[in-house]
């Protein structure tokens, strides 16, 4: 089926990657009000609401309005003539859905033209023989585009991130990872280029093909799984009700247990299947999940850090459970980029947002997948001219970073300290 779809004229397909990422779009604009910790029900799939008039300060009772047009389920056209129960959803909340369903099929439609075509990657005539594997990463960037967005969107509106993005969003990075011919980036050197594994630049150490690789990537499934349970420690009563609270706060939501289990026991069927009877794949199953566990580590390392620095929440689980989906789609090096390339890219935006309202808040999501975006699309000039280099240290790496996170927190704690003894505490 892919080959037939390579073999179409560059235009036809073109035409094809907009029609689905228009459907796509459609789908994103559903999933951000239906997926949302507090769901509303807006948009051409909800049941119509008619404009409420107002005369002399009185609100009069809206009378029961037609049912909704074809034309209202057009992409981009019915939003807009959905403009007039803004009085119900707010002034001109069909903007943005509006907006999404005119660009993200625009922006699809480019970035495949754009990765597929090695522009991305800069390598020109050496991708010839790789138009599959290009195609089959440009899939997998369109899926976690797509889940980026909802969860962009989510989290501007209410600071949270749904399991309903990271989880699905996870298990296709891994299973992509696992059967796709190729899934994470491609790493571009003179001699050559290959699929990105997780001990790049070096070789690939044949210990991780032994048992010793599959124990890692069982435990990684299973942490991540324990992760995504309710947890919460509770000392006031001692330690033997606190563990008693600890795991009765973990069972206490059947449905997200039993899916959190079926969903664990499912991801470690795949591990063991994939070591056992796809080896070819295993260095980048591996890959796709120290990714996650990478991702998501430094991820919950600075929460914590940060959390105990200023006594307060400063990262949210969600940006945890997004950073280690992220790192199952391009491994845990780039994921490194990510995270301190993040914190740039939001600076603008949380200036911007503090001049306006004159609330330095913001979530951390979206500048978290800004910056994904940012270096897929920038491949070349991040990647290959810049940061390939230094992974050839390592392990020393991962220590360097650990240490800053550390340092993280001791530099908010200093900082939290100063801020009371000046009378500046919750400033």
Known sequence: MLSGFIALPLLLRLLIVLIVATVVARFINWAIYTWAYNARSLGPWSQPVAARKKSKGKRHKASTPPPRSWLDHLPVIGWFRLRGEASEHGRLYWLRPLLIEFLFPLAMAWYYHFYVSGQALQAGPALRGLV?????????HFALFTLMAIGTFIDFDEQSIPDYVTIPGTVIGLCGAAFAPAWLPFHVTPAGIVELHAAIPRLWPEWLDSVYGLLIGLAIVLVWG???LA???IWRRG???AVQYFIARMFRNAILWKTIAVVT???LLLVAGCWTWNPGRWPYLLSSLLGLAFAGGLTWGARIA???GMQMEALGFGDVTLMAMIGTYIGWQPSLLVFF?????AIVFVLTRTLITGRPDTPFGPYLCAATVLLLVYWTAMWTNWAAPVFSMGGFI????????????VILWIWRLIKQSLGLFGQ
């Open 306 to 308: 940060a959390s105990h």
């Open 239 to 241: 330690f033997t009700k």
């Open 398 to 409: 991962v220590g360097v970073t650990a240490a800053c996170i550390v340092l993280l927190g």
């Open 341 to 345: 390339l993040a914190p740039m890219v």
């Open 265 to 267: 026991l499912a991801l």
């Open 132 to 140: 599959p594997e290009l195609h089959w990463q440009c899939l997998a």
């Open 231 to 233: 947890r919460r420690v």
């Open 226 to 228: 324990f992760a995504l």
